[in-house]
């Protein structure tokens, strides 16, 4: 995801400068030097699911990368939060859009800030209904691996990598919890 | 926060239209009629806290609104997630800005989803260090209240409302939990 400075008003097409706006905003903010709209920048949320399979979830599914980044990398289904759905319904729409999977949705699962490029990464646990995939133009290839199976040194993201560790943990321990973690 | 359509392009400022774009999308999304900039827009996250006071969290704090929407009402300390911030360094941030509370932070007890205005509400619980409060410009008082004295009808936000539910049920059960939620 770019986060170029601005550099326009998306109202008038005005150039914009960074500085403090009047309003006793203690932040510099890209404030438009005609009609003098502020305009803010804030952190995005990823959902994605951890789709398994099995009676007792044995399997999960991954995603191998079509896109860049990290282009032929495995990932498990994620994308960028859309207006007008929560992160339960955007979680499950990136799960059809790139695996093409049926799945009952589960609860949260893990919660994870990547504040050095301004992300909050949200996963669903989700029961998958079938093992048939049709991967979308964003995927290469949609499989279900097993812990031993898992890819480890071709996960595309850490935070993939953290919701993995913590549902084939959890799942040893025989009970799922809800987990928060700060990504470097 | 205003949600109006984004008329020009942030990178040149020439007028944007709103189409598919070229690379497959499936929504309409503004694309710059003169450089191609395709922008995107995303749901806020809205972060903050319930500070507790005393031995058993029998208190907690809330701000007298002395901004719009809802000048005058009653909230927990919360605003806009920032760029390079975790969801907890920004709610620690806001209950510092609007209280000037000084806080533990405790573990993440309400996500709430709006989607109806594009928002992601996430809740810490907190406790309180000193019961000395200095409020901010954005705030006219800070007070703590007890159940019974929580002035129920008064409450800025149905968000604040279920996240005070949940914390004095979650305090009479003797078991705090967390808890998701998605808001008409």
């Not at 893990?110 to 079938?130: E, F, K, P």
């Amino acid at each position: 995801m770019q986060r170029s400075p601005i550099k326009h008003c998306r109202a008038c097409g005005a150039p914009v400068v960074y500085r403090l706006p009047d309003d006793g905003d203690t932040k510099p903010r890209a404030v438009c030097t005609a009609c003098q709209t502020i305009h803010y920048e804030n952190p995005l949320n990823v959902v994605g699911t951890v789709p398994a399979w099995g009676p007792d979830g044995e399997h999960v599914l991954l995603c191998k990368r079509n896109i860049e980044p990290r282009l032929g990398k495995w990932t498990l289904p994620a994308g960028f939060m859309e207006l007008g759905e929560t992160t339960a319904e955007g979680a499950l729409r990136e799960t059809d859009e790139e695996a093409g999977a049926q799945i009952e949705m589960g609860p949260l699962f893990t919660l994870m800030n990547v504040a050095r490029v301004g992300q909050v990464h949200l996963y669903y646990r989700a029961r998958l209904l079938s093992d048939r995939f049709a991967p979308g133009p964003e995927t290469q290839e949609a499989r279900l691996f097993t812990e031993a199976e898992v890819p480890w040194d071709e996960i595309a993201f850490r935070t993939v990598r953290e919701t993995l560790l913590h549902y084939f943990a959890d799942r040893r321990a025989g009970r799922f919890g809800f987990h928060t973690l700060d990504i470097d």
